[in-house]
């Protein structure tokens, strides 16, 4: 849906950019938003042409094939993304 194409309303796309964002505290479907924000702000989706709704199926395929364990989640995974995204950027 267009919606999962945005960020959680209580993030700008500035809050991308800084250490302390907290996964944590978000539901799956607002880290499939941040995962997406991402990828968008780092400037993977528009030239490979992905479509926004390609994006979230893609990131809810992969958040879905995580199996439930306390650490290596899709939070987890969204924490080593957005920790990568700030050190290469």
């Known amino acids: ?3 999962l194409g ?3 309303a ?3 796309p500035a809050d991308l950019r800084r250490w302390n964002l907290n996964v944590w ?3 799956q479907r607002e880290l499939i938003q941040i995962a ?4 968008e702000d780092a400037g993977v989706v528009h030239p490979f042409k992905i479509s926004p ?3 979230v199926s893609f990131l ?3 958040a879905a094939n995580y199996h439930p364990n306390p650490y290596h989640n899709f ?3 969204v924490t080593v993304m957005h920790a990568s995204y700030i050190l290469l950027r």
């Not at 997406?36 to 990828?39: E, M, P, S």
């Open 1 to 3: 849906s267009e919606e």
């Open 6 to 8: 945005r960020l959680p």
């Open 10 to 12: 209580q993030l700008e």
């Open 25 to 27: 505290c978000f539901s």
């Open 36 to 39: 997406a924000g991402i990828l």
């Open 53 to 55: 709704n390609a994006l």
């Open 60 to 62: 809810s395929d992969v």
């Open 75 to 77: 939070a987890h995974a």
